[in-house]
């Protein structure tokens, strides 16, 4: 029975684990896919505003419908769509079919964030920092591990046969998720309690607008960055090995964020992020692209942290409120990154990442902007 419970109290880390990995391996493999099915570089990144899109609205609605439907069912949901939309992929023969499966896969992600932050949220009253550690440990680890197949998949296997890979272990755990995730049981008070949250959204803007940026900065990593490279002339493996180097910095500079202080960590994290995007603006050699794909890495872990610690600090009553908000805001930036730098790359690839830094660079100007405003009032 300890056995048990032990295992159901970490499996919510292992679900974020098994998700990133299968998620993350597919980083390079749709764009890539689709660029080998005739899309340009605007339809590519189109794809990414359209994930995006489904994810900010899934987002949103699961803020509506936990109030009805209890977390566990909404979550085992959401993992069933997302192997479904893996298999999906394999019957696609255009661009623009895989719009369809893209928005049932936003649509699948969208529901699953808020609704696991929401249910770790309670850890992080127990335990402030080991929550935030475990939660963003669990699945940028694996990222890693899902970027480290993609190359070596690519090389070995039909794109085809990625996406089985990828879909069957979402279908696999939606079962087992049945009896491991405990069912919420919740009351609904007379107070509003949607309102009351509200409040705490209006407040928490700095928290928003690191979301907004991490969301945009790596949007454009995602969707424009694996095509970028895959033009330019260099091997799928790789492509695969920039990724990695971006998700293992990632997870790393996670663990280290919560070991230490660090002094103007927000500026710190923006400058990183801009001297990556840089970095790749400015330089085509291969050692100095996987330098600037780590240096994102860096950044974006420490702007992720330091936002996602805002939202759990400010959570009292129904998490979902909070993290559904957060995760629509990410998606946001998902949809603004890729959407305006396919624009971009429509005119010269490397704008995208002149972008990236402006971005980062113009953030860390109005965040202190804002704090000289409140230092005068």
């Not at 029975?1 to 880390?13: C, G």
């Not at 429509?346 to 202190?368: C, D, W």
Request: net charge positive; hydrophobic share 55%.
């Amino acid at each position: 029975m300890n056995l048990i419970e032990n295992l159901k109290t970490k499996y919510s880390y292992l679900i974020c684990f098994i998700a990133a990995s299968s998620w993350s391996l597919l980083v390079p493999v749709i764009p890539i896919y689709v660029l080998f099915l005739g899309a340009s570089q605007f339809e590519i990144g189109l794809l990414g505003g359209f994930d995006s899109i489904a994810y900010v609205f899934a987002s949103l609605l699961s803020i509506l419908i936990s109030r009805y439907i209890s977390l566990k069912k909404l979550l085992i949901s959401s993992i069933l769509l997302s192997g479904l939309s893996c298999i999906l992929f394999t019957f696609i023969k255009n661009p623009y079919e895989a719009i369809l499966i893209i928005i049932l896969r936003g649509f699948s992600t969208g529901f699953f964030w808020p609704i696991i932050e929401a249910l770790l949220s309670k850890d992080f009253k127990i335990e402030e920092k080991k929550t935030i550690s475990k939660f963003t440990l669990s699945w940028s680890i694996g990222a890693i591990f899902g970027s480290s197949l993609s190359g070596p998949l690519m090389e070995f296997f039909n794109l085809k046969q990625i996406f089985y890979l990828t879909g069957f272990p979402f279908i696999f755990l939606s079962l087992i998720s049945i009896f491991l995730i405990e069912e919420e049981r919740k009351e609904i008070k007379g107070e509003n309690i949607i309102d009351i949250e509200y409040e705490k959204i209006l407040k928490l803007k700095d928290a928003w607008l690191l979301s907004l940026i991490y969301g945009f900065l790596l949007g454009i990593i995602f969707y424009l960055f694996p095509a970028y490279i895959e033009i330019i002339g260099f091997s799928q493996i790789f492509i695969g090995a920039t990724i990695f180097s971006f998700f293992i910095f990632r997870a790393l500079f996670f663990w280290i964020y919560q070991k230490i202080s660090i002094k103007y960590a927000t500026e710190i994290g923006l400058s990183l992020c801009g001297l990556g995007f840089l970095n790749i603006f400015l330089i085509k050699n291969p050692i100095l692209i996987i330098l600037g794909s780590s240096l994102i890495g860096i950044g974006s872990s420490i702007i992720y942290s330091i936002s996602l610690k805002m939202i759990f600090s400010n959570i009292k009553n129904e998490a979902i409120i909070l993290t559904g908000f957060f995760e629509a805001i990410l998606a946001i930036g998902f949809l603004l990154g890729p959407l305006i730098g396919g624009l971009l790359a429509e005119k010269n690839l490397v704008y995208p990442y002149l972008m990236g830094f402006l971005i980062s660079i113009f953030s860390i100007i109005l965040l202190n902007m804002r704090r000289i405003n409140w230092l005068g009032k």
